[in-house]
Every structure is written in structure tokens, then in C-alpha cells.
């Protein structure tokens, strides 16, 4: 029911940077957490950045100090600022919503960083 879309991915340069996008329909991130986790080829799902509805972050040690989570509830839009990216960033990036009763994912958007 909650439709998750995600946008921003694509090509880039190590150094450089992008910024990722996911948009639901409605205030559906209002109140609930957000996430952002990738996945690189042949290795699992790894939690990436994470924003909860108290605005609190938290990050995995690898992106720290280079990517930022944040959220626009007016906008229903939870954002990732990638920067100084780096070859082994390169993956695709799904959006996350949890809430009571609820997870959802969207289709992902893939990034790929070359050296």
C-alpha cells in the first residue's frame, strides 16, 4: 500500500558525489523510521544510515562523516547525501520505512562509483 520510490542513482567518479531520494505518497514517513541499506553484488544487505522520527541518525562506520541522512516530512521524502564516495560504495541503495505494523521497502536505485 505504501509505495516507496527511490531516485538520484547513477555514475560517478570516486571523490564525488550524489544525492539519493525516496518519496512515499501522503505523510507516510511522518512518525515512522527511515533507513537506507545497499547491497553490492554477492555480498548481503548492509544497513547504511538510519533516521528516526525524532530525527536522531545513526550511520554505519564505513560512510561516517561522508554521508548524511535527513527527512523533509513535508515533502514525504527521506534524503542520502553521499559525498567522498568511494569505489566500494558502489551497490544498490534501497529506502526503508518501519513503523508499527509496518516495513516497507522501495525497488532500490543503483550507484556505481569507479575508481
Known amino acids: 500500500q505504501v509505495q516507496l520510490v527511490e531516485s538520484g542513482g547513477g555514475l560517478v567518479q570516486a571523490g564525488g558525489s550524489l544525492r539519493l531520494s525516496c518519496a512515499a505518497p501522503?505523510?507516510?514517513?511522518?512518525?515512522?523510521?527511515m533507513g537506507w541499506y545497499r547491497q553490492a553484488p554477492g555480498k548481503q544487505r548492509e544497513l547504511v544510515a538510519t533516521?528516526?522520527?525524532?530525527?536522531?541518525?545513526d550511520y554505519a562506520e564505513s560512510v561516517k562523516g561522508r554521508f548524511t541522512i535527513s527527512r523533509d516530512n513535508a515533502k514525504n521524502t527521506v534524503y542520502l547525501q553521499m559525498n567522498s564516495l568511494k569505489p566500494d560504495d558502489t551497490a544498490v541503495y534501497h529506502c526503508?520505512?518501519?513503523?508499527?505494523?509496518?516495513?516497507?521497502w522501495g525497488k532500490g536505485t543503483p550507484v556505481t562509483v569507479s575508481s
Open positions: 501522503g505523510n507516510s514517513f511522518i512518525g515512522n523510521t
Open positions: 533516521i528516526f522520527s525524532t530525527g536522531t541518525t
Open positions: 526503508n520505512l518501519q513503523g508499527v505494523g509496518m516495513n516497507y
